[in-house]
């Protein structure tokens, strides 16, 4: 299937998407408030964080996206409006309230999202003078502002958009998205935020099914830190504005935008990863020959969150026992006798043992920007790649001082 | 219970134990071979890593252990003997062999363990040259020198010993014991390396059962980087000669023995903990409150292994909301609306919430040592404490070089 990928495309690139980032005073000087608006209301879907402790916002907004139906999408950065309890929800109720009435839509048709700081009470006064400044800003070319307005300690804006035939001869369909992260990602069934716009013609089951399969394949393979974030969250709003007929599960025409949603996903998470905090570049695992895809990735994911092998990947060290002792604790089966691993093409082990190999080649592999590293468990058929980032000074010293 | 702890003491404490600690020369200066002899043979139980990876000492000596009866332990670092195929196994066995045969012992009662790199042949003629010299060395006074001798990246040697009265007037009994472990450091029910004797009179599969207890609440509530290594374990050998009569399960007596092993287990866990690689100090995460005792533990394990946790802690920065976020991951089921948070005593979070807490009375308790949290999750009467350490920037600097 070809994939035509736009360039400087983002949240707004389907057809009727207008969006904004303004800035509302939560944060000093960097826009902190994005406002995402479909001409139309249109399906949704979403996939949320595993973490129990869970986000105000997203508290309000699980269920307007179980119900389906979505028009508008309102994101602060600077505050996670998480742990505050009542009074956090109603915070995030207003919020989504005050931007239905500014834009003249049901409230229940409007996705509400904060990230920052946890356990801090949201200033909703600034949102509230913020989001009328939202809406007159809402614009087709607004995208990258939105992209900007809910990074944290993001040092990139992430935005990506693509276009596809679900058949020949019928109108394309475009995928627009946003996305920020770079601390606290580890998700696990669940992501953190990114945004998709569609100009599809989905129910929202489907769109829900597609979601799930491009989520698992994309945001679900990431990992900064080990740490699943209380607010993380996926959303997809399809507006149907493309010409084309609904997208039924079981047609090619489904598994071609199913796989369009996935490179569109893949890309934004690889932009999370390689921007990961104090990172210096992106590393990429690709684990093949296990027993079940889902021990692939078991492995996969195991070896990208290991602090050890992301440490020996910033010193560009072929410490490739790490790679394989991550595989061993992941809970992935296989006969630890008879495993290859590879960095870049250079094989560093075979038959679950040590090859002799040029170290000063394995360091400048190391040092690649993407880095590479394969693991063959020559047990089956199994195959998944998870992407991660080095582990540098750099992460230590945002951490220790994020709030102060 | 009185336990009265020995200064000084470590694995040769307990009645009819020597050992030794030299340089066989795997390291450039330092020692790198420790042996551990008892007069008789004894009692043997171990706990082993659920790596499925495991080293080659391992796998020779994870069936002497099982067969419950063992001489001496010979230990070596700087070399993990780890996916080196039969080989490694074959130099492992001969290890075990020689080590035997310059005590005139069974080969089966010899205990086989090696730390180190993973991958590299285990230089096995420089082990054997050093055996001899390790045998001549043996000595009531050389525990210290085994403690030194199993050091990797330790800073310091870590040993304890203990003795209590199983019963009034009964001969006392002494447990000691040494470990090492600094990187690599999360057991899953297993542990990194630890060695213990006890002159207890306790029959293989009742010391099974005291020394599982003890683990559980020790060596596998520490966590300094969340990697579980290949070649974890603890191995205790009881040589029955304190002149008490045998310890039996469902006995006060044992039960005295039991706890006695887990606070010497506790001390050794803890030490390991405060000198994981680049900590500048210890942390100590207390769960209650929880439902269940499993529930603590999966929350306090959880906490004191984030990395979002552990980089505040280093820059004294009380980021609670990194606290409950790592709780509400960890798989332990809590009411997000009521727990409690505190900073040594001070009261951060309540009823799932912000406090307004003094900003340097909080920094001025996470720059003690130790550290402790306490989190009350409010539902229930479990509990469990979890140890580890901060994160600092040396942590990368040790690890992002640590072959090359």
Known sequence: MELEWLDNGGITAAKGFQASGTHAGLKRNKKDLALIFSEVPGAAAGVFTANQVKGAPLLISMPRVRAGRLQAMIINSGNANTCNGPAGLEDAQEMGRLTAEALGIPEETVLVSSTGVIGQRLPLAKIAAGIPEAVRRLSPAGGLDAAEAIMTTDTVPKQAALRFAP???????????????????????????????????????????????????????????????????VVILAN???????????????????EALAALCGRLARAIARDGEGATRLLEVRVKGARTEQDARLAARAIVASNLVKTAVF??????????????????????????????????????????????????????????????????????????????????RINANYRT
Not at 192 to 200: E, N, P, Q, S, V
Not at 240 to 253: E, F, I, Y
């Open 167 to 233: 058949a020949p001869g019928e109108p394309p369909v475009t995928i627009g998205g946003i996305a920020k992260g770079s601390g606290m990602i580890h998700p696990q069934m669940a992501t953190m935020l990114a945004f998709i716009g569609t100009d599809a013609y989905v129910a929202p089951p489907h769109l829900q099914e597609a979601l799930r399969f491009a989520v698992d394949r994309s945001f679900n393979m990431i990992s900064v830190d080990g740490d699943t974030s209380t607010n993380d969250m």
């Open 240 to 258: 149907g504005q493309s010409g084309g007929a609904a997208l039924l599960p079981g047609t090619p025409r489904f598994d071609r935008f199913r």
């Open 315 to 396: 010193g560009n060290d072929a410490n490739w026992g790490r790679i394989i002792c991550a595989a061993g604790y992941s809970g992935a089966a296989f006969d630890p006798n008879r495993f290859d691993v590879y960095l870049g093409d250079l094989p560093v082990a075979r038959d679950g043992g040590g090859l002799d190999f040029d170290e000063e080649q394995a360091s400048r592999l190391l040092a690649r920007d993407p880095v590479v590293i394969t693991v063959d468990l020559r047990g089956g058929e199994g195959t998944a790649t998870a992407w991660g980032c080095d582990f540098s000074y750099d992460y230590v």
